[in-house]
């Protein structure tokens, strides 16, 4: 269903969403964020997910889809619709982030908004090439990565063509070596390095004692 044809926005694929619903599998009593919330329909199945005292923090971009996201999310207990670039500011601690926008590289904040044993589900879209669903996960020691099904998206403002790669992978075959990700100041991209940005770094390197 369309939500802003002239912008190619819609309301995406059930069948995606589902599968990415069970990948990250909010629980009862979990903090949601979620960035790209449109009109509200996926937040508010997150947000029945997390019933009953879970939270969810609904990013929206778009002035007029924020506010018809208040207002069909208005009768949920819990729910909080901000009208913002989700890449601009800090996000708030989560047990899981879900970004409906295609993401060049996650930003720092969203890696340091995750709690431990936290989820960050997106569409890596580094290139016209790639079009890769990722899970990230806070381990102890790092953050793993799982390759999950494709998935395109509409680009993540301040997230996509803002972010200029120093490495890319050199064939989209090699998005499925994907193991774990790094901020830049943590460790020094190395021989492993599938994906480098200025902040994070993608790796083929499993994270010691990850999941």
């Known amino acids: 269903m369309a939500l802003d044809a002239a912008k190619g926005i819609n309301n995406g694929e059930p069948s995606l969403h589902a599968a990415w619903m069970g990948a990250v599998a909010p629980e009862a009593g979990e903090a949601v964020t979620h960035v790209g919330a449109g009109t509200g329909y996926y937040t508010a199945i997150l947000q029945m997910l997390v019933l009953p005292s879970g939270t969810v923090t609904a990013f ?3 002035e007029r889809l924020a506010d018809l996201a208040r207002r069909n999310l208005a009768p949920m207990e819990g729910v909080t619709v901000v009208n913002g670039n989700a890449t601009a500011q800090p996000l708030p601690k989560s047990d ?3 970004v409906n926008a295609g993401v060049a590289a996650p930003p720092v904040d969203w890696l340091d908004a995750l709690n431990p044993g936290g ?7 580094p290139s016209e090439d790639i079009a890769q669903t990722v899970l990230i996960k806070a381990e102890a020691g790092g953050f793993t990565v799982t390759p999950l099904m ?4 509409i680009p993540c403002v301040g997230a996509s063509g803002e972010v200029k790669p120093l490495k890319l992978p050199d064939s989209p075959a090699a998005v499925r070596a994907l193991r774990s990700i790094w901020r830049t100041t943590d460790r020094t991209p190395d021989d ?6 200025r902040d994070v770094w993608f790796s083929s390197e499993k994270l010691e004692g990850g999941g």
């Open 60 to 62: 929206e971009i778009d």
């Open 96 to 98: 899981v982030i879900y």
């Open 119 to 125: 989820r960050l589900i997106l569409p890596w879209r």
């Open 150 to 153: 494709r998935a395109w998206f």
């Open 192 to 197: 492993t390095a599938l994906a480098v940005y």
